[in-house]
């Protein structure tokens, strides 16, 4: 069983920049496709990001896409989420996902899931 445990959320003032992490433990994480995801108030939580098991394949959704940069670590069994330009919209809660694939698009489902780290971006 894989576990995932997020950190680097805080407050941050719009234009701001915050990185991410994601630790792994309790499998093999240069096996697993690895993702982002963020929920926004009452909403469902949407994915943003996603990076592929070697690393070669990242995808981003529109809204992040040149703001936001995906990238991975194996030999520290982690993954970043590195938030530039951030907006009072980019604020939620953001979770990490891991998944038994070789990419990690949108329409991935995850086996592996964090309990998030909260963004807020005051305007």
């Known amino acids: 069983q894989v576990h995932l445990i997020e950190s680097g959320g805080g407050l941050v003032q719009t234009g701001g920049s915050l990185t991410l992490s994601c630790v792994a433990s309790?499998?093999?994480?240069?096996?697993?496709?690895l993702g982002w995801y963020r929920q926004v108030g009452g909403k469902e939580r949407e994915w943003i990001t996603g990076?592929?098991?070697?690393?070669?394949?990242?995808l981003y959704d529109d809204s992040v896409r040149g703001r936001f940069t995906i990238s991975r670590d194996d030999a520290k069994n982690t993954m970043y989420l590195q938030m530039t330009s951030l907006k009072p919209e980019d604020t939620g809660l953001y979770y990490c996902?891991?998944?038994?694939?070789?990419?990690?698009?949108?329409?991935?489902?995850?086996?592996?899931w964090g309990r998030g780290t909260q963004v807020a971006v005051s305007s």
């Open positions: 309790g499998g093999t994480f240069s096996s697993l496709a």
């Open positions: 990076i592929s098991r070697t690393g070669r394949t990242i």
């Open positions: 996902a891991g998944a038994n694939a070789i990419q990690f698009a949108l329409n991935t489902t995850p086996d592996y």
